[in-house]
């Protein structure tokens, strides 16, 4: 099952991340960070390196797929060559990452994916142009489930302002930090909206919200108010038939999940609409 988390510079995406599958590796599921051998908590030598012989192998394996992912980040209008190249590597490894976790058994928390990798392309272009860049494909490369992980702006100001280092351009900005917040976190919900709109024909995504105050995640609620053992979740082993079918079980509402929640608006759940839930806060 493929997890991928989204929200806004500081919501604490990666926190969450390793909470859940921490809770998960305890209670005996497999379950992994696909992503975390290059982030940026590693050396930009490490990293780059790594990086490479991930997108050399997608490049090998899937050349055509990955001359069209290239040509839409080109025609996404980036302001630098270096931008075009360092958008194009980021895509060629989520896809690596993302098709080799959709044939391994167990979980796969993504805390940069594609929704994440679109708000990247539209951070100084025009992300909105080239959504078929995150086509999922005959594969069907893409999250099982998307957990938007919100925070208040100024409590992600805040962690920003403390976090080491620069992980993200949004960092980078120091002056302008929450005018980009507020930016970034209508970008979530705009490519959001628009990759559930444009595939949601062809995926079962469920799409959950989760609020991460300034009080500790609660492992064990998280993994009830995001429903993943309900069913059987774990068995789950990459092949499309079986995805839609857990995806069938992951989605039903369940109300124990043990946290105080706020009702969210529902949304159709027609072709064209992902499965929605309510918002869970921890706060």
Not at 68 to 78: E, I, P
Not at 103 to 128: I, K, N, R, Y
Not at 134 to 154: F, K, M, Q, R, S
Not at 221 to 240: E, I, K, Q
């Amino acid at each position: 099952m493929i997890i991928e988390l989204c929200g806004v510079p500081g919501a604490g995406k990666s926190t969450v991340a390793h909470a859940l599958v921490t809770e998960l590796r305890g209670r005996g599921h497999a379950a992994s960070l696909p992503i975390e051998e290059v982030s940026p908590r590693r050396s930009r030598g490490d990293r780059l390196r790594r990086k490479l012989r991930r997108a050399v192998v997608e490049v090998a394996g899937h050349p055509q797929a990955s001359a069209r992912t290239v040509r839409a980040v080109m025609r996404s209008h980036q302001p630098t060559w270096r931008d075009v190249a360092v958008r194009s590597l980021n895509w060629l490894v989520l896809r690596a990452a993302m098709r080799r976790a959709s044939t391994t058994p167990g979980f796969h928390v993504f805390d940069q994916g594609l929704v994440q990798e679109l708000c990247s392309l539209g951070f100084a272009g025009d992300a909105a142009s080239v959504i078929d860049i995150a086509d999922p494909g005959a594969a069907l490369l893409a999250p099982d489930l998307i957990v938007v992980v919100e925070a208040e702006l100024g409590l992600a100001d805040l962690r920003l302002a403390v976090r080491p280092g620069r992980e993200s351009r949004v960092e980078a900005a120091a002056l302008g930090r929450r005018r980009e917040l507020e930016r970034q976190a209508e970008l979530v919900e705009e490519m959001l909206a628009s990759w559930t709109a444009r595939f949601g024909d062809r995926v079962a995504t469920t799409v959950r919200r989760i609020v991460n105050g300034d009080r500790p995640i609660d492992p064990p609620a998280l993994v009830a108010s995001l429903h993943l053992l309900h069913g059987r979740t774990d068995d789950y082993t990459g092949d499309a038939a079986d995805r839609q079918g857990v995806l069938s079980e992951t989605a039903a509402p369940r109300s124990d999940i043990g946290l105080q929640a706020t009702a969210r608006p529902e949304r159709g759940e027609g072709p064209h609409q992902p499965h929605m839930t309510r918002r869970t806060q921890w706060s």
